[in-house]
């Protein structure tokens, strides 16, 4: 029996062949990057497959004059697909991280598979109840990770999930719990534009960065954006388009200088666009 256990445990090569194929550092690897991300990831990306990054509670400006302010928190987004789904599953490993061999977030903190789809995975998953995935969606924004909420084909070949092909690719959803040291994510920024149109900011979400910047260079050190998207140009910091709204510049920023805030009907929007496209129920 223990014999099995081991067994079992051990990565998938599914997800062993995910951590394979991602460069250890894009910015150097351009070339190769977008090689991979416009032949082998777009190969496998189907129509009205997306991710939206989510950014992080903490750091949004909510007025709270607004009887529901905190209905307007990007988390929201989360819970509500974890309330729908019929079924909930735990990736026991990070594809990611374990090719990074990543130091700064547990390995252990893997994708969050909802929906009918996500029946019969591979060995990878656990399946869990609904409390459990609340308490784990909160666990992992507590270690400092950032949920991107979405779906691609792609997913059903690293997770061997039999019930999303076909009609099913419409029945489950993936809840990625991101670092800026190791993930997929890093490539966005020289990527394809193929790969890049599948990685989108959530509408409604804005990004200031005000007068109290100094330009002191803490939001452009190394593991901080998750895109690549901030610079110091003439003594100020300064977003380029490629911003998705992560959140992570507004939390180390020691002056304050960057201003996050969400429209009210943020979340809502995200919703129905999600739930055209899947039924997780």
């Known amino acids: 029996m223990a ?5 079992e445990d051990k990565v998938p090569l599914g997800i062993k062949m995910l951590g394979f194929a991602i460069p250890k550092n894009p910015a150097k690897d351009r070339i190769y990057t977008k090689v991979l991300t416009k032949t082998l990831i777009s190969s496998v990306i ?9 950014p992080k509670d903490n750091v949004i ?6 009887e529901h302010e905190n209905s307007f ?25 374990t090719k990074m061999d990543c130091t700064n977030h547990p390995k252990e903190y893997g994708c969050l598979l909802l929906g009918e789809g996500v029946v019969d995975g591979n060995n990878n998953l656990r399946h869990v109840s609904k409390e459990e995935a609340h308490q784990y969606a909160e666990e992992v924004r507590k270690n400092g990770l950032v949920h991107t909420i979405g779906r691609t084909f ?4 690293v997770f061997r999930l039999p019930k999303a092909v076909g009609e099913y690719h419409k029945k489950f959803m993936i809840i990625c719990n991101c670092c800026p ?3 997929l994510a890093r490539m966005y920024p020289y990527g394809s534009q193929s790969f890049r ?47 998705l709204a992560c959140g992570r510049c507004a ?3 020691p002056e304050k200088a960057v201003e996050i805030t969400i429209d009210e009907s943020a979340v809502g929007d995200v919703v129905n666009h999600l739930s055209s496209i899947v039924d997780v129920t």
Not at 46 to 54: C, I, R
Not at 61 to 66: E, G, T
Not at 75 to 92: E, G, M, R, T, V
Not at 154 to 157: G, N, R, V
């Open 3 to 7: 014999a099995k256990d081991n067994k």
């Open 61 to 66: 400006q909510v007025d709270a004059s607004l």
């Open 46 to 54: 189907k129509k009205d497959d997306v991710y939206f990054a989510v």
């Open 251 to 253: 939390e180390v920023c």
């Open 197 to 243: 149109d599948i990685l989108l900011r959530m509408p409604g979400v804005e990004v200031k960065i005000n007068d109290r910047c100094t330009g002191c260079g803490t939001c452009v050190e190394s593991g901080v954006c998750m895109f690549g998207a901030i610079r110091i140009e003439n003594g100020r910091a300064r977003r380029t388009d490629d911003c």
């Open 154 to 157: 792609a997913d059903t070949a």
């Open 73 to 97: 928190l990007p988390s929201k987004l989360i819970h509500h697909f974890i309330d729908a789904a019929s079924h909930h599953a735990i990736a026991k490993y990070c594809g990611c991280r």
């Open 181 to 183: 040291c190791c993930c």
